[in-house]
């Protein structure tokens, strides 16, 4: 409760001036007051003259690593003046191009007095996928969104008074009906406020990577009100969270469904962030390991498009004739690029090792799951048929698409090699639509510790529960030659699972110690 009589009220929000207004409150009455606050200054980029479009051609390797706008590109050849908005439609491109906007701009120097704020990208859409750049640095991106508003924070340092180029990637797909191509009428660059960040990993049990765990920071008094962000992490476990008003942040990462060694709920980390700073965090859960296979991680697919209905390629031995790679990444997984036919049969195929440590580390059935796929699939493992989603058109019933369908298969341990090569074969078939992996990709996870105590703690030398310098101080003397360590304490130790104990295991150890007050 407010005592009546004069008052002063205090308004902020972000890309807006604080405004203080003098406010008459009476006994016993319940006050209505409207207030108007003025935004900070801000451009639409969709207005200025200057836009230029380059389109590189077909998704390929080459167009993926291609960037025009690197130091040392030629400036002029292939870029055409252009105008926001800016679909592809009328340029009638084949389907999945990938291209690039260039726009220089001049900041006035009035905006000098803000040096030090993070300023705001948005009201931008791009159909399709879409990687965002200021002065070179990247600035975020967009995977698969046809309409959705993007908004990205350009970070304090990264623009300067004077002149900036915004520079973004866009890659269509037409698979889905889009096609390609900046479409919003508006894109406002706006002044945000004095922000910061936090960044960092989420590391899974062994101290790898939990690839597309959620992270959510969130803070009930900042200068705005309660505030709170949410992230997705990479598929090498990294993610950022940008343009955070200053205050005291609780961090929690979700690895979601995936197995765990422990059902607890994680604690969560408090951090503060200032403005103009990135406060850095080393999350670490009890998830089991997850392997996106996709190309980054060192995993090649390999695919046949228009096989017959008849046709079984699932055999480990299968000579692959026919076969031409497809290139699955975290940016894209559709056959789309390869081939836009419809009502047709493909065959994908990978081949595989288990991470030695997993054999020693884990027993009983794996998982291949979190990916979709357009629009029926049968999963074969080393030749057995081990699921599928959907109906193919030859079947009794007919045909049914399953194509927004997460997929989660069980494939049981006996059907694997742990120590020699595997072979995943998925039998696809399209009716419409891009085909193969669309929006998520596959990943590989055990799903059961072993009974070895070392199994359940990697890192804890000692057995005493905990992972501490004490754990490294052993390991190295280990390393050392001055101790022996049992076989329990050596998996325990043996960070990397290559069979010994070496200075790059010390390394891990002490590094999962010194984290450990950030821990999950």
């Keep these: 409760a407010v005592p009546p009589g004069p008052a002063v009220l205090n308004i902020t929000s972000p890309g807006c001036k604080a ?47 291609e ?22 439609t009328a340029l009638k491109l084949p389907p999945w191009q990938i291209g690039w906007y260039q726009l220089k701009m001049f900041i006035p120097s009035d905006w ?48 300067s008074t004077g002149e900036n180029t915004f520079t973004l990637r866009g890659m269509s797909e037409n698979g889905d009906g889009g096609s390609g191509g900046i479409t919003s009428e508006h894109l406002w660059l706006q002044i945000w406020g004095y922000m910061g960040s936090i960044a960092g990993t989420v590391f899974d049990l062994e101290g790898g990577p939990a690839p597309y765990a959620d992270v959510t920071a969130s803070c009930p008094d900042t200068e705005y009100g309660p505030w709170s962000a949410s992230v997705q992490t990479g598929y090498d476990g990294r993610f950022a969270l940008r343009g955070l008003p200053p205050g005291r942040y609780t961090v929690s990462a979700d690895v979601g469904d ?160 742990p120590n020699g090569d595997n072979v995943i074969a998925l039998k696809g078939y399209k009716a419409l639509g891009q085909g193969g992996f669309r929006r998520l990709r596959p990943m590989l996870s055990p799903t059961q510790l072993s009974e070895s105590p070392a199994a359940a703690i990697p890192g804890d030398v000692n057995g005493d529960g905990i992972v501490s310098v004490p754990d490294a101080l052993l390991a190295l003397r280990a390393v050392l030659g001055q101790i022996e360590l049992a076989e329990d304490r050596l998996l325990a130790a043996d960070i990397d699972g290559n069979g010994f104990v070496s200075i790059a295991d010390v390394l891990a150890v002490l590094r999962m110690a010194l984290s450990a007050p950030q821990s999950l």
């Design 112 to 159: 000098r007095q803000w040096q030090h704020c993070d300023l705001l990208l948005h009201s931008l859409v791009f159909d399709g996928s879409d990687w965002a750049y200021w002065n070179n640095v990247p600035i975020g991106r967009t995977l698969r969104e046809r309409t959705k508003q993007r908004q990205y924070i350009v970070p304090a340092g990264t623009w």
């Design 258 to 417: 995936r197995p765990t060694a422990s059902k607890e709920a994680p604690a969560p980390v408090v951090v503060n962030v200032a403005p103009g700073t990135t406060a850095a965090l080393r999350l670490h859960t009890k998830a089991l390991p997850s392997l996106p296979l996709i190309q980054e991680r060192g995993y090649r697919w390999r695919i046949l498009i228009g096989a017959a209905a008849e046709e079984d390629h699932s055999a480990p031995s299968d000579s692959e004739t026919g076969f031409v790679d497809l290139p699955v990444t975290d940016d894209h997984g559709s056959w789309g690029m390869l081939s836009t036919a419809s009502r047709v049969y493909c065959w994908l195929r990978l081949r595989f090792r288990l991470p030695s440590s997993w054999s020693r580390r884990y027993t009983g059935d794996l998982l291949l799951w979190h990916f979709d796929f357009d629009d029926v699939d049968q999963l074969f493992v080393n030749g057995t048929a081990v699921g599928q989603y959907g109906r193919f058109p030859y079947e009794e019933k007919g045909y049914e698409g399953a194509a927004d369908d997460v997929r989660i298969y069980t494939i049981p341990a006996k059907l694997l090699n």
């Design 19 to 65: 405004e203080s207004f003098q406010v008459q409150l009476p006994q016993g009455k319940c006050s209505v007051v409207e207030a108007a606050i003025s935004p900070l200054p801000a451009i639409d980029l969709a207005k200025l003259p200057g836009w230029k479009l380059k389109i590189l051609g077909t998704v390929s390797p080459q167009t993926e690593l």
């Design 67 to 88: 960037n025009p706008n690197s130091p040392g590109a030629a400036t002029a050849d292939g870029w055409l003046e252009t105008a926001l908005p800016s679909p592809w």
